[in-house]
């Protein structure tokens, strides 16, 4: 059974630039949450959404939002990048409480 | 928002020893608490896991403990090997749906 998997692996933007990251879940599973990896911080919920309605949502600006489509896959979104944005973003699929996480996606800004 | 505090933030064994990693939480509502461990260019990996209705879980060389009246869990690995060695985070659920809280990691270093 194939895992998650995240689109790009790898991504460099400069300051005030938008950026949208993939998420292919598990087959069959229907929520995917997503979350910020950085040193500092830690790992930090951003949201979770479930049949195609976001169901819990982090303690993060506007600037990021995201959505998911009929087949499961989500993508997130980030405007108006800051430095402090760069982070590994890291997908995750439940079909129950277990999640599986993807390789992540690591985000540089410049 | 709610929080999960882990420690040690970084623990060294020797090969045979046994670690423990603590964390507390303060989230009435969490009912289910998992344990990723994480190497180095690579996502979490879902190890043990614990629901709240349970008070202990082992497998193999892991085992997990829960006291919801305090609101603690620990992770303990008996035997460890240097293949051990990685981050290990604990996570609580928040109130409703999948989403976790995570605990800041264990840096676990196991040397021969």
């Known amino acids: 059974k194939a895992g998650v998997t995240q689109t790009p692996r790898y991504l460099i933007k400069t300051r005030g630039q938008q950026v949208t990251l993939s998420c292919s879940p598990i087959?069959?599973?229907?929520?995917v949450s997503w979350y910020q990896q950085t040193p500092g911080q830690g790992l930090q919920f951003l949201f979770e959404?479930?049949?195609?309605?976001?169901?819990n949502k982090g303690n993060f600006p506007g600037r990021f939002s995201g959505r998911q489509f009929s087949n499961s896959r989500s993508e997130m979104n980030v405007s108006t990048l800051e430095l402090g944005d760069s982070a590994l973003y890291l997908c995750?699929?439940?079909?129950?409480?277990?999640?599986?996480f993807g390789p992540g996606t690591r985000l540089t800004v410049l | 928002g709610e929080n999960v505090e882990q420690h040690p933030s970084t623990l060294s064994v020797q090969e045979g020893d046994s670690a423990v990693i603590k964390c507390t939480y303060s989230?009435?509502?969490?009912?289910?608490f998992p344990w990723y461990k994480q190497e180095l260019g690579k996502g979490p990996q879902l190890i043990i896991d614990?629901?709240?209705?349970?008070g202990e879980k082992k497998d193999q060389r892991i085992a997990v403990t829960l006291n919801k009246t305090a609101k603690h869990f620990s992770l303990h690995i008996t035997e460890t090997q240097p293949e051990d060695s990685a981050v290990y985070f604990c996570?609580?659920?928040?109130?409703?749906?999948?989403?976790?809280?995570f605990g800041k990691g264990t840096s676990l270093l196991v040397t021969p």
């Open positions: 989230d009435s509502a969490s009912n289910y």
């Open positions: 959404y479930f049949s195609e309605t976001q169901r």
């Open positions: 996570a609580a659920s928040i109130n409703s749906g999948y989403a976790l809280n």
């Open positions: 995750a699929s439940s079909l129950d409480f277990e999640q599986f």
């Open positions: 087959s069959g599973h229907r929520s």
């Open positions: 614990i629901r709240s209705n349970v």
